[in-house]
């Protein structure tokens, strides 16, 4: 059945649903008991909304494999996609007493922490943390939570410690160097130049890179990493944007108004028309 699944993933890239469904339906036809077909079954039940039919088969799943934490995974997230939040929050739990799972338990931190329950929340990264020492995933996750709620001291924190345990972690020391050169510190530049060696060619790693050695005074290698990023993803417009104010601070305000005038043209797709028009009038 195996090269049928893949088949359906093939048709849910191209958005085919029909035919995902049909090759997901051959599968079982040759394996009923394949569970990796059923939990694909299942996210194209929740993908077109059929919400009763996804639930239907996060519960076979659950009489058919009792042991398996899986059937209760899927059962909380058609629950957290309805917004049955206790409903999910007791998914959840009951799939982790099955077996541990980083995703199951990100998803679960998750609820928690968005739901109002944060000392849960809390007790639930306290003791994941100590019984899965080493889960860089989980600290990850927690890095980039803290980052997108501007706690920097705690994201700072958990990106250092996924360093503990995995030190050339490309995405770890990136967000790090993005953390420490905000705050100032020097060590930003050898971080970044580490991510960007480990992870060549990625975009918003040279975006970082070249934000430190702007902070830092070097713009004419800034501006050779940014023009870097830029020629690497076209549609990633904030990094046109950095690019342009590097420009506007190395004094090439011709450069600087050229970025400008496409980042401008874009209108409503590109969300930053405010920091274009205040750049524009300082040049």
């Not at 893949?6 to 394949?34: C, G, N, W, Y």
């Not at 944060?118 to 020492?133: I, N, P, V, Y």
């Not at 080493?134 to 980052?147: C, E, I, P, Q």
């Amino acid at each position: 059945p195996m090269p049928l699944l893949r088949l359906a993933e093939v048709h849910m890239r191209r958005d085919d649903r029909t035919a995902a469904a049909q090759s997901i339906k051959k599968a079982l036809t040759i394996r009923p008991d394949f569970a990796l077909a059923r939990r694909a079954q299942f996210g194209l039940e929740l993908a077109s909304g059929r919400f009763n039919e996804a639930r239907s088969i996060a519960k076979t799943l659950q009489r058919e494999r009792a042991a398996d934490p899986m059937g209760y995974a899927l059962e909380g997230d058609v629950e957290q996609v309805q917004k049955n939040v206790p409903a999910a929050i007791a998914a959840y739990r009951k799939s982790l007493e099955k077996g541990p799972a980083t995703e199951v338990a990100i998803k679960l931190h998750a609820l928690l922490a968005s739901s109002g329950k944060g000392a849960e929340a809390a007790a639930l990264e306290a003791d994941w943390r100590k019984q899965h020492t080493k889960d860089t995933n989980f600290l990850l996750y927690l890095g980039d939570r803290a980052l997108g709620q501007k706690d920097y001291a705690a994201a700072e924190q958990r990106y250092a410690d996924v360093l503990v345990h995995q030190p050339d972690n490309p995405l770890a020391l990136n967000n790090l160097a993005w953390l420490k050169n905000r705050a100032g510190k020097p060590e930003a530049l050898a971080l970044a130049e580490k991510a960007n060696k480990l992870a060549p060619g990625r975009a918003p790693f040279m975006d970082t890179l070249a934000e430190v050695l702007a902070t830092q005074g070097n713009l004419a290698k800034a501006i050779d990493v940014q023009k870097a990023a830029v020629a690497l993803d076209p549609e990633l417009h904030l990094h046109r944007l950095h690019l342009a104010k590097y420009y506007a601070s190395a004094g090439r305000k011709s450069d600087a108004r050229e970025e400008l005038k496409r980042l401008a043209a874009l209108g409503s797709k590109f969300g930053g028309q405010a920091d274009v028009k205040q750049l524009m009038d300082s040049l």
